[in-house]
């Protein structure tokens, strides 16, 4: 810190070498401030035991000869006070500057001051905050793939074009709104359709046809947990048929499931809201089973009854769902079902890895492990199930921000 201070010192003298010379003597004496005759801010006693690298003498020039400058004309003042012409704190105003402007035509010259015109602060009218109390997601997607091959292609083949399609609409309750609710909403649809060259009854086939809408509606008990009611349900749209057969698979409403339950949910999102964790216990639940066309279709492929048209179960589930968003581009979720009544276990497990390529590319794998003890026996599967998709294409996104 002293060094900075003798370096300013130095510099000060260099500046005051520049402005002492002999007519410094001869300009009006200003007072400045009360000081005695040994006063000096040049005054180097502070910056003892400092010393240049360099020969300084120079230095010690301009110190002496800025200080018997200084001190010449302090004593003219003090001696001679009728000749201080100025006060620092009353010097006269600055010369003000003008505007000339001529007028040819009336062959005048005028000088004015400038007018100052003081800002004017204009109010800006904000735009009102929208509060938004739902929050709605939506992605929709459009996959395929596509293959030709000629009469002639030495391995043989088929021809053939699928297309996936994909709508996911979510419209939740805005808990930064409020904060002791939950109410999340899902709606989620896929249709897969094949063509079906091999096929001598029909030109495409259904490979994929799943509608499913799950609510949940809660109030917070502590925490991330709340007392919360849920229902699930789903089924599909088309009719779809086993390979050159008129034999029926499944049909609107067959099968259809409907789960109502009632318990407690846990709901996490981490602070920049890449994982998103919620799970649903529900200790009582009820189950409904629907096979509507029970004319061409058998009900116990479904878990109900010969004969019937619905089956209703009393028992428990647990619904778990993930989300997270590994990196900008790489995205998981999953779906985790399971219901009992004590008898008899239903399961579902979804899993979709979302790769995005550009905002509107993506590839997706999809994966469905399901496990239904209500189903017939499989020698080879037994109880189990398993799809799995790969699929490329085309995505739109829209969300509702908060």
Not at 75 to 102: F, G, W
Not at 324 to 332: A, D, V
Request: charged content about 15%.
């Amino acid at each position: 810190m002293k060094k900075i201070i003798f370096f300013a010192m130095c510099l000060t003298a260099v500046t005051a070498v520049a402005q002492t010379s002999s007519d410094y003597l001869l300009m009006p004496l200003v007072f400045e401030h009360q000081q005695t005759l040994n006063d000096n801010v040049l005054d180097n006693t502070s910056a003892t035991g400092l010393t240049l690298d360099a020969n300084d003498q120079w230095l010690q020039n301009a110190i002496a000869q800025s200080r018997h400058q200084n001190d010449a004309r302090y004593r003219a003042m003090v001696e001679h006070p009728q000749l201080v012409a100025y006060n620092v704190n009353s010097l006269p105003e600055p010369p003000k500057e003008y505007i000339l402007t001529s007028s040819p035509s009336q062959g005048m010259l005028t000088i004015e001051a400038p007018q100052v015109v003081a800002p004017i602060d204009s109010v800006i009218d904000e735009a009102p905050v929208k509060i938004h109390n739902w929050l709605h997601i939506f992605n929709g997607s459009v996959h395929f793939t596509q293959a030709y091959i000629s009469d002639n292609w030495y391995q043989g083949g088929e021809n053939n074009l699928n297309v996936l399609a994909d709508i996911k609409w979510e419209c939740n309750l805005n808990q930064a709104v409020h904060p002791n609710w939950l109410f999340n909403n899902m709606m989620n649809y896929k249709l897969g359709v094949t063509t079906a060259s091999g096929d001598s009854l029909r030109r495409y086939h259904i490979n994929e046809d799943n509608f499913l809408f799950t609510s949940q509606l809660g109030y917070k008990a502590v925490k991330h947990w709340y007392y919360s009611a849920m229902l699930n349900f789903k089924t599909q749209f088309f009719n779809n048929y086993k390979p050159n057969s008129d034999v029926m698979t499944a049909a609107f409403l067959s099968p259809g499931e409907l789960n109502i339950g009632i318990g407690m949910t846990y709901d996490y999102k981490n602070a920049d809201q890449t994982k998103t964790l919620t799970v649903a216990i529900a200790p009582l639940s009820y189950n409904l089973k629907i096979c509507r066309d029970i004319d061409h279709l058998d009900p116990v492929n479904f878990g109900i009854d010969p004969g019937h048209h619905t089956k209703s179960t009393f028992g428990s589930n647990i619904e778990a769902k993930w989300f997270w968003k590994i990196n900008p581009s790489i995205t998981w979720s999953s779906r985790f079902y399971v219901f009992t009544n004590y008898q008899y276990v239903q399961g579902d497990w979804e899993n979709t890895f979302d790769f995005s390529i550009t905002r509107h590319l993506n590839t997706k794998i999809f994966t469905h492990l399901r496990y239904d003890k209500s189903h017939p026996y499989h020698d080879d599967w037994r109880y189990w199930q398993f799809k799995e998709i790969l699929s490329f294409g085309i995505v739109y996104r829209f969300a509702t921000s908060e």
